[in-house]
Structure formats: C-alpha cells, structure tokens
C-alpha cells in the first residue's frame, strides 16, 4: 500500500508559543510550508489573539534593558537580545519538534497497520 504519511499543522496554539522567539518567516523556513500556514494568516492569528508583532516586543525588551542597565551600549543591548531570542527560539523549535515526532510517529504507525 502506497500511502502518504500525514503531516502535523501547526495549530494556533503552537504559533501562540513562538510567537515571541520566531517570525512568521522563521516558522515556516524551520517546519515547511506542508506543516504551516502563510505568513500572512500566521500575522492574522496574532491579530486575533491581539498578540503584538514581534518587532513591537523587541522594542519593550530593549526599552527595559535600557533602563535598567543604562551603562550598557545599544550595540551590546541588541548583542545580548539577538542571543538570548537565538537560545529560546531553539529550544521553542526542538520542543515542537519533539510534538510533531510523536504525533506523526503515532498516526502514521496506525496508517501502516491498516
């Protein structure tokens, strides 16, 4: 039998979790076009949820590193945001990465017994 295997899709909750560590662009580069939506309904999703752009987020961080750390230059502020997003965007990736494992191996493993 010749059977695809199922793909999971991101679901609204998944992009909900990255939304603060990925860009739309970013997410579909590291799952494929097969297991997410277009960017455009991913920004849509976060308007529905009234989840502000990433960029806007960014800014805050920054604006609150500055004022508590008002002897550090803006070059090291962005330095320590740019690692610090690199860190938990992976760890958000291999965590969803981790879901997606199981739940293809799952449902394609009962695909194959059919």
């Not at 990433?54 to 962005?78: M, T, V, Y």
């Not at 690692?83 to 394609?108: C, S």
């Amino acid at each position: 039998m010749n059977q695809q295997s199922i793909r999971y899709q991101l679901t609204d909750e998944d992009y909900r979790l990255l939304w603060m560590v990925a860009s739309p662009p970013q997410i579909i580069e590291e799952f494929s076009e097969e297991r997410t939506r277009s960017t455009r309904t991913i920004y849509r999703i976060y308007e529905k949820y009234r989840i502000s752009g990433i960029k806007e987020h960014r800014k805050r961080l920054k604006a609150q590193l500055q004022r508590s750390r008002p002897g550090w230059s803006d070059a090291f502020i962005n330095h320590e945001l740019q690692k610090q997003e690199a860190v938990q965007r992976e760890k958000a990736f291999e965590e969803l990465w981790e879901k997606i494992e199981d739940y293809e191996g799952t449902f394609n493993a009962y695909r194959e017994v059919d």
